[in-house]
């Protein structure tokens, strides 16, 4: 099951790299939670609770600041439904002609085939530094 759950994250990944946020929801059950990190710009409404509130108010957030967005994973593992991830965001805010690199670890929870749970551990010190 492990790598059945890792492939539905790579998955996700590679859509969200791609900007095809739209498909990414399938993805997701209808009691899906993302819980954004403390201190970061997607903090003040977080957590955030289903998919269409999830799309709204995270991916379109993401689409109007964000130039580029990108995930690099470096490691990937999972165990007992959960997936974690660590890595970089590789990012361009609009405007902006200055990229950033912001290290990153997440953890996602997956049942019967889809994301039900996301969490976001993230250097805002760094998202700070980014949008100065």
Do not use: C
């Amino acid at each position: 099951m492990s790598q059945e759950n890792i492939q539905l994250i790579t998955t996700i990944y590679k859509l969200f790299n791609d900007r095809r946020f739209d498909d990414i929801i399938p993805h997701f059950a209808e009691d899906m939670t993302w819980i954004a990190a403390d201190s970061s710009p997607l903090a003040d409404e977080s957590p955030y609770h289903g998919p269409a509130n999830i799309r709204t108010r995270v991916f379109g957030r993401i689409e109007a600041g964000f130039e580029s967005l990108t995930i690099r994973i470096d490691e990937i593992f999972g165990a007992d439904g959960r997936v974690v991830v660590l890595g970089y965001y590789d990012s361009l805010l609009k405007g902006r002609e200055t990229p950033s690199q912001i290290q990153l670890a997440h953890i996602w929870t997956v049942r019967d085939g889809k994301a039900v749970k996301f969490r976001q551990y993230v250097d805002t010190y760094k998202i700070a530094e980014s949008f100065k």
